[in-house]
């Protein structure tokens, strides 16, 4: 049986005024027969009458309305890709929006097999290495690291797993990432991952004040926005005219499956101050590579038709 799961994590801490409904006032006439209304204050002069009324009921709050509005469209979305599940192969969701601090997930914390992805991971692991030896990536390594990413060249990725330390580095790499739930393989394709975990890694390619210092999130939206052509498929199919987009993609076929394919697709959409969001996708038991693909741009696309980023 497959588990969902909705999870929303705010990223900024939110005031929320009024309360959860209107304040009435209770007005009767002055001589409780009803009939009336009692005004806050009277007074009375030779030739007029001054009335002073009482402030209009409050009504939600402008932060009660956008969480209410949210969540509307958190389940609109869930409702969608439950109905996607039910014909389709097994796949999971994550979207974090920068803007707002919020993350959405559906079945966000089931593990499935990186491929690919894990070349980012692999990047953000050199850099990381790099840093702490406080010197700037070497030509050996980028000449190993680009390929890796803008190629995906399998070669290159096994060379440098290996050269930062292979399995065990990548593992202690991943505590200072916050990928608690990503198990690193030596067999680095079979590395296995969430959308939660992927969610966070893109998270520390941008953010000032994680590990990641400016000079090495620099390189990894340099080598993460010019993949070849032929591979800016996935999170690029949502980004629209003018946006920007960053993406790493993983494919792979395994015995243990039958033959069958693992799908996924990892990045960024951004567009100055108005767009600012991390998709994740992740997918298994697809026939065919293309089928595969067609599925995770269509959960990809799902996302931002009913989360308005």
């Known amino acids: 049986m497959q588990r969902y799961r909705v999870g929303i994590l705010a990223g900024a801490a939110v005031v929320v005024l009024g309360g959860g ?19 806050s204050s009277l007074s009375v002069g030779d030739s007029s009458v001054t009335v002073s009324t009482s402030p209009s009921p409050a009504g939600p709050s402008a932060e009660e309305l956008a969480k209410a509005e949210r969540t509307k ?18 796949f999971s969701v994550a979207v974090q929006d920068r803007k707002t601090g919020e993350t959405y997930a559906y079945r966000g914390d089931e593990k499935y097999d990186t491929a690919s992805i894990v070349k980012a991971q692999i990047l953000a692991c050199m850099l990381l290495k790099d840093q702490d030896a406080g010197r700037d990536p070497s030509s050996g390594e980028m000449t190993l690291a680009t390929p890796m990413i803008r190629l995906s ?22 505590k200072r990432l ?58 690029p199919a949502v980004a629209k005219t003018g946006e920007t987009f960053t993406v790493k993609n993983g494919w792979d076929t395994r015995s243990a499956d039958g033959g069958l394919w693992a799908i996924n697709t990892i990045g960024r959409v951004t567009d100055g ?8 996708v992740l997918s298994h038991n697809n026939k065919s590579m293309q089928g595969g693909i067609t599925l995770v741009e269509k959960v990809a696309k799902l996302t931002r038709q009913y989360l308005k980023y």
């Open 73 to 90: 469209r958190e389940k609109q979305l869930t409702t969608a890709l439950k109905k996607l599940t039910a014909s389709s192969p097994e």
């Open 153 to 174: 060249d399998n070669n290159a990725t096994t060379s440098l797993f290996t050269r930062i330390g292979g399995k065990t580095a990548v593992g202690k790499c991943n």
């Open 178 to 235: 916050g990928l608690s739930e990503t198990v690193v393989n030596s067999s680095w394709g079979l590395t296995r991952t969430t959308v939660d975990d992927q969610i966070k890694l893109l998270g520390e390619f941008v953010d000032s004040k994680g590990p990641l210092d400016a000079d090495s999130r620099k390189t990894a939206f340099k080598l993460m926005s010019t993949v070849n052509s032929a591979q800016d498929w996935g999170v």
């Open 273 to 280: 101050d108005d767009v600012d969001v991390s998709v994740a």
């Open 21 to 39: 409904g209107l304040i009435y006032a209770g007005l009767s006439d002055d001589d409780g027969s009803g009939g009336g209304v009692l005004p």
